[in-house]
Nanobody
Framework: QVQVVESGGGLAQAGGSLRLSCTASGLIFDVNVMGWFRQAPGKEREEVSCISWSGGNTYYSDSVKGRFTISRDNAKNTLYLQLNSLKPEDTAMYYC?????????????????WGQGTQVTVSS
């Protein structure tokens, strides 16, 4: 049984930082593409970032490029998202996802598994 669990969300001030983590079990972590998505109240879910199985290729949405950094530690079956220079508009539930494909243009494709999410709230 595949389990995906996010952690690290919380409350931050604008300009501050947070680090999200995601662990995945029940699958072979280092052959899977991984990604972060977010959904704010009343808005559609959007892809934030995606990383290839090796970690050598990454994708970022324009809204977070230059501020967020995705990384993975395959030895620990863990995915990370470093959130810097946070803005109030970054407030959302952040979800970790396991995917089948990676595109440098579009990020993660063929999403397979999801976590329950971790809340990020940024105050102005």
């Amino acid at each position: 049984q595949v389990q995906v669990v996010e952690s690290g969300g919380g409350l931050a001030q604008a300009g501050g930082s947070l680090r999200l983590s995601c662990t995945a079990s029940g699958l072979i972590f280092d052959v899977n593409v991984m990604g972060w998505f977010r959904q704010a109240p009343g808005k559609e879910r959007e892809e934030v970032s995606c990383i290839s199985w090796s970690g050598g290729n990454t994708y970022y949405s324009d809204s977070v490029k230059g501020r967020f950094t995705i990384s993975r530690d395959n030895a620990k079956n863990t995915l990370y998202l470093q959130l810097n220079s946070l803005k109030p508009e970054d407030t959302a539930m952040y979800y970790c996802a396991v995917a089948k494909t990676f595109s440098s243009a579009y990020g993660c494709g063929s999403l397979r598994y999801w976590g329950q999410g971790t809340q990020v709230t940024v105050s102005s």
